[in-house]
Each structure stands twice: as structure tokens, then as C-alpha cells.
């Protein structure tokens, strides 16, 4: 079988370090690792990964290869493939097809060599993996038992699969367990996204008037990180319902065409397409700042920047400032690209620790049950969720009430 496609191999220990930092914040995937490794619970399965890869992601593909499988990785977006990382997993033995900043033919050609491994079983992220395994490459189905998908754009797409009756695997919306979405997407992208604006541009949230697009569990977590940090925090949306959440919890609420006057910073994170467009950049004030932590980089369309700009130029690392015609300057982040990941190390470990215990679960939920299940959407059993949210609390340190005979019996339970 071909070797890797990394950047530098010379850069390995500077990847394993990482990985190890991670590591001691993520007791729960610590735990499960322990019961999947002593019974070498993978073994004889070919894993292929989609993911953005950073240490969080390559402590669950150590661990993976460590509990019996043969695990092959690349990128789930060109920025956010961090090269050490890449290079220490390949040291540790794991096939790696990704480098930095690829270009979208090499991303291509990354996820097209890691499905010649003809997998068993697939971890993606955003849906890339399963789109290729439904349209050029249904060779690679072969040997395939099902898969995971990590985040709500990736389910969404899967669930537009099935919805056709065109699904042609098993897959696990891992997205779905509560241990993923009200943790990851709110806390983890409530903290990660501030991460990477506020590392990326060096100024104060406080005293800005932030423009969160997007009131689901992505804009819940970042619209509440930005009032902690002292803006004033304005949300649009496309839900009535999502909008009278916004506003009971403090926040204003208006259409983008509006906000795109008054905001200082724009974050979008809806999973929808052209959220920021040309109308909008036209009416922001000067040096207003547009960031995206959407999984696609097609919320703020960088490409009517490009149309209407007279020049532009890089004003920092990692920001592009556009010249409007009036004079004024619009900053986008990150090419518009998840800028938790393209900008920092994405979320804080502690969190992926439960998201990537799920995944987890769900690969080891697979290689039990796979036979079984049908080309659907699933979500993983309840108590696997649980499981997950009792090992997280017990290495907190927290304890609960557990319900009496008699309270079960109220509850109807028994
Ligand atoms: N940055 C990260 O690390 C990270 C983590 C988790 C999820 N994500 C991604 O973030 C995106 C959002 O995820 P989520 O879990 O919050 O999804 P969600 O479905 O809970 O929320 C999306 C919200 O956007 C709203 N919306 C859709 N179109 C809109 C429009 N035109 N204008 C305003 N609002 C609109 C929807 O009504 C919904 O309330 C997805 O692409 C997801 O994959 C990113």
C-alpha cells in the first residue's frame, strides 16, 4: 500500500506533544480506550477518517489503531490540518493523506487515497467521505459496514440521502447524541470561535456590537460567549421560534440587511449558504470584521467580495482586507472558513472528549451491530449517551441522585 502525503515528517514530535497535552483532558475517551484496547476491539477493521485534523482528532485515531485497527486519516477542510499533528500519527504508524492549506484538487485527491484503503468503516466530518462513496468512488462501498458523522452539516446532508431513499450505507448521526450538540456545538463553538477571532485579530470583543447569524446550537454558544465578553450581540434568523429564543435571552434581533449597518464583527454559523453577500458588504461600516464557524466556507460569499473590491490585500495573518468601492474596508477571516479551526486549535479538549467518546461508541456500535442496521440515518442508543455523560461527570469529580424504586414507579419507569 503507498506511504503518506504529509507535509514534514521532521515536525512529529512537535505533533506528539501536542497530542499527549490533550490527552489528560480527555478522561472519558481514556476510560472507553482502556476497555477497547485490552480487548482489541477493532481488530481486523479498516477505518477511514475525514476530519479536521488536530490533536483532539489524532488522540481518537491513536486510539482506534490502538484497540486493533487499521486507520487511515485525511483532512475534512484544507485549513485546518495542523502538520504536526499529521506527521506525528504517521510516526505512530497511521496512514495520513493531508497537508495544510491544500489545495481543493489535493483535498480531492486526499480523500480519494484514503478510500482506496477500502474501508470498513468511515469517520466523517461535514459529509465529504459519504458524498464521494454515493457518486465516484461506490467502489470503495465494498467492504463497508457503515459509518459516523460528526457535525449537523454532515447530517443534514445525510438526511437529504435517505430522505431520496438514496442512502446506500448505514450511517451514525453522532451529531445528534445530546453528549455532541449541547456541548460541542454550543460550549465548544461558544468558546473555540472567540478563540480563533480574537488570536487572529488581536482587538476586544467588548464595547463591539456583534452580529451572530444563526440561533441554533453554534449561535447559542457563540451569541452567549460574545455577551461574556462585554458586546452587544444582535442575532438573525430564519426561525420564528429560534428568534423568540434569541430575544428571551437577551439579545436583539433583526434581518442581516439591517445588522449589516450597525455590526463591528459578524459571525456566521448557520449551515445555510449566502448569509453575508453583496448587499451586505456594501452597507458595513468601515473595518467591519466577517468570520464564519459554519462547517462550509459558503456563508459569507467571499467571492462577491473579490467582484466588488477594487483591490484587496493581506492585513494580518490570515485576514484579507477587501477595498470597498466607497473606500471602505471589509476584513473576512480565514477565507470564510470555520475559523475555530482555520484560526486556532479548534475546541477546547474537555468538550471533544465527549464527542469523540461518541464516536467512539458509535465505531465499536457499528462493528457490533452493523450486520443489522439498514441504509438509515441513526442515532446511537440512549444509554450509550448516558454512559458517555456518567464517565464525564464521575472525572469532574461530581456525584447525583439515583431515582428510588418508589420514584420510578411514579414515573411510570418500571
Ligand atoms: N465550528 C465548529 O467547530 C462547528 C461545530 C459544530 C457545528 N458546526 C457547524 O455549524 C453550523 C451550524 O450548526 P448548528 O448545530 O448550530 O446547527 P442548527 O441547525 O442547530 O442551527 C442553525 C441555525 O441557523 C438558522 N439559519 C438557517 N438559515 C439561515 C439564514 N439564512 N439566516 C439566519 N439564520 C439561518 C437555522 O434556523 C438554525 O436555527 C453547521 O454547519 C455545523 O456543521 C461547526
Redesign the pocket.
Known amino acids: 500500500m503507498e506511504q503518506s502525503m504529509i507535509r514534514d515528517i521532521s515536525l512529529a514530535d512537535e505533533g506528539l506533544q501536542r497530542i499527549r497535552w490533550v490527552e489528560k483532558f480527555m478522561p472519558v475517551l481514556g476510560e472507553l480506550k482502556k476497555d477497547f484496547v485490552a480487548n482489541q476491539i477493532f481488530q481486523g477493521k479498516t477505518i477511514v477518517m475525514s476530519i479536521h485534523l488536530e490533536a483532539k482528532t489524532a488522540y481518537l485515531a491513536l486510539m482506534l489503531k490502538e484497540a486493533g485497527a487499521h486507520v487511515i486519516v485525511t483532512g475534512s477542510n484544507p485549513l485546518s490540518t495542523q502538520d504536526p499533528i499529521a506527521a506525528g500519527l504517521v510516526k505512530k504508524g497511521i496512514i495520513v493523506y493531508a497537508w495544510h492549506n491544500c489545495t481543493n484538487e489535493e483535498y480531492d485527491i486526499f480523500l480519494n487515497k484514503a478510500l482506496d484503503h477500502k474501508p470498513n468503516i468511515i469517520i466523517d466530518d461535514g459529509g465529504d467521505l459519504v458524498h464521494l462513496l454515493h457518486t465516484t468512488r461506490k467502489d470503495a462501498q465494498v467492504h463497508l459496514i457503515g459509518g459516523a458523522e460528526e ?3 454532515g447530517v443534514h446532508r445525510l438526511k437529504i440521502l435517505a430522505k431520496k431513499g438514496d442512502l446506500q450505507i448505514p450511517m451514525i448521526a453522532v451529531n445528534d447524541s445530546y453528549c455532541k ?1 449541547l456541548f ?2 454550543r460550549y ?2 461558544g468558546q ?2 472567540w478563540d480563533g477571532i480574537i488570536r487572529s485579530t488581536n482587538i476586544t470583543i467588548t464595547g463591539k456590537t456583534v452580529v451572530v ?7 447559542k454558544g457563540v451569541s452567549m460567549r460574545a455577551k461574556g465578553l462585554g458586546a452587544h450581540v444582535i442575532v ?4 420564528p421560534i ?1 428568534a423568540i429564543e434569541a430575544v428571551f435571552d437577551g439579545f436583539d434581533v433583526m434581518p442581516m440587511e439591517k445588522a449589516a449597518e450597525k455590526g463591528d464583527i459578524f459571525l456566521t ?4 449558504i449566502d ?1 453575508i453577500t453583496k448587499k451586505h458588504f456594501l452597507r458595513m461600516k468601515d473595518g467591519a470584521i466577517c468570520a464564519n ?3 462550509f466556507d459558503c456563508e459569507v460569499n467571499r467571492k462577491d467580495l473579490e467582484k466588488i473590491c477594487t483591490s484587496h490585500y493581506e492585513a494580518r495573518k490570515n485576514i484579507e482586507a477587501y477595498v470597498m468601492p466607497s473606500g471602505k474596508i471589509v476584513y473576512l477571516l480565514a477565507e470564510g472558513r ?1 475559523v ?2 482555520a484560526s486556532g486549535d ?2 477546547p479538549a474537555e468538550i471533544m472528549d465527549l464527542s469523540f467518546a461518541l464516536q467512539a461508541q458509535a465505531v465499536s456500535y457499528l462493528c457490533q451491530n452493523g450486520q443489522n442496521l439498514q441504509n438509515k440515518v441513526y442515532v446511537l442508543p440512549e444509554e450509550l449517551d448516558k454512559e458517555v455523560a456518567e464517565i464525564k461527570l464521575r472525572s469532574m469529580g461530581y456525584e447525583i441522585d439515583q431515582l428510588t424504586e418508589e420514584q420510578k414507579n411514579y414515573l411510570g419507569l418500571e
Do not use: R
Open positions: 457535525t449537523t452539516t450538540y460541542d456545538n465548544g463553538t473555540s470561535a447569524a444563526g440561533y441554533g446550537w453554534c449561535g438573525t434568523e430564519v426561525d429560534k454559523v448557520t449551515g445555510d448569509i464557524a459554519g462547517h470555520l475555530n479551526l479548534g475546541h
